[in-house]
């Protein structure tokens, strides 16, 4: 191109216009791990400077007395099994809405997809009102049952399924295989990308959630990261601040390595869009 | 009679054949029933009572005076007030940053990927984390505005979440870190889809930069800005955790974070007063949809 020299000038702006806000995007991260590791009289009175000397005594603390390990078994556990059923659940329906014609299949999607209109504020008092009668407020049940399956999983995993041939589904019908064998070793294997999809979502809204644990979870043996997070937060005198740091470090580094190993299918999940120029 | 028992042998046969398409549906049809058009209608039926948690054979009936109430509660306005307040902000700074990153990154062609998701990384992080950090960012003794107060910028710290103006532009701006890039990667795929004949007509009809972004990268961005728009202001208007997290239960002794959501918590798990909470949410909830329906209709979808 004849103006080739005028783009690469406008691209070396940008470029470094870019790096300056990348490093205001990392500074807060930057400052976490940094605190992490600096005495708490520093972080109180010179909080701009870098550390003087470096102290674990934040994390020491973090695992003693704020007994981080049983917060992440309890996020684990919750993150973890809302996202295997909900998946499960969601895939089981998207693939009947998807490959199984059944009468009235089309009315009860359509249906389904209004529900979606509803703003979710209006469920919170019924839904608690609903699950403290059934007795499951201070127990995991309450979080896990009701986000079992759901309308937005269907939905984006039923668009995902209805690309797969109708002939691959239909030939297996004809060679015998039960529909649970079909979704079981066809579709949900095909289903891969959407599946990322749908777990990713899944795994990182309720690690993040802190509302529903809130709400639900209130024995200190329940406690989720998030929540103990928040309730360590009110409990440390300002001389100790490192240990905030080192609680708040150690959350949120699985999800950023996590992040890392698999963005390209994060920033999709996301987006929900595709990346290719 | 003939033709009705084959019709109707045929639509047997018909549901027989997708049995298992009822069966694997099921689990959803059950789960809504419970938790999707039980609570529906058990939220109308509350906001007809006093009901409370720690009494509840006091259960009263009150007919519409909780709709009332809340339709002419001051605190439940000055929160709706709060969150409008909190949300133009935020919506604004969110979506242009967004853009304006985008439009950058798309000029680039080294670190494109790069960029895209460092920018991207704020959006994992949990909101309690983010108010941790964006509290003590701000805080009156923290870094940022020690800077301030050092360059000369601020006369004094600023005590922030005192004030009564403040609060909610200072969270939109810990918000608007981090979700912008949400709006940055949808918007840049948008740029990428938009095809390059129209900008190569546009130079050779003598367009500068500026005219090329404004009159084709905005117009055919349309439907990606209309969908932020739409998602921004139903999660931005059920904001939560960001004031419960940083201010008292009253958010904030004069009330100038409290949101919509922070007052429905209030009543309903402080007060006990679930029957007024959920008058509050069925209201918030029609706002929302009004308002959702409203944007559809100022800015009707090419399709």
Known sequence: MSNGKRINWTEIICFTLLALGAALVLYPFFYMAMNSVKPGREILHNPTALP??????????????????????????????????????????????????????????????????????????????????????????????????????????????????????????????????????????????????????????SWNDFFGPLLYLNQPENWTVQLGLQMFRGTVPGENAQEIWAATTLITLPLIVLYFVLQEQFVKAFANVSLEK | MQEINVNRKAFVQRVRKGIWGYVFVSPWVALYIVFGLYPLLLSFFLTFFDYSFVRPENQTFTGIGNWVSALTDPLFWRSVYNIFYNQSIFIFLKNGLGLLIAALIFQVRTGARFFRTIYFMPVVTSVVVLMTIGDYLASPTGPLQTLLVQAGVLGSPVFWKSSNLLPMPVLALINTWKWFGISTVILLAGMYNVSPQLYEAASIDGAGAWQRFRFITLPQLRPQLLFLLTVDLINGLQMFTEVFTTFNIQGGANNQALTPVLYLYREAFDQSNIGYASSLGLVLAIMIAGLTMLQFRIFPSEE
């Open chain 1, 52 to 205: 003087s000397e470096i102290t674990f005594s934040g994390y020491q603390a973090v695992f003693g007395e704020l007994d981080i390990m049983r917060l992440f078994r309890n996020s684990i556990f919750l993150a973890g099994s809302i996202t295997l059923i909900n998946t499960t659940f969601s895939a089981l329906a998207a693939y009947a809405f998807a490959k199984i014609p059944f009468p009235g299949r089309r009315h009860l999607f359509a249906y389904m997809l209004s529900t979606m209109m509803i703003p979710g504020v209006l469920f919170l008092i019924p839904t608690y009102v609903i699950i403290y009668n059934i007795g499951w407020v201070g127990h995991f049940e309450a979080l896990i049952i009701p986000s079992a399956v759901s309308v937005y999983n269907i939905f984006l995993l039923r668009q995902f399924m209805v690309t797969i041939p109708d002939q691959i589904v239909e030939s297996a019908r004809i060679d015998g295989a039960s529909e649970l064998r079909i979704f079981l070793g066809i579709v949900l294997p095909l289903s891969r990308p959407a599946l990322a999809t749908v777990a990713i979502l899944g795994f990182m809204g």
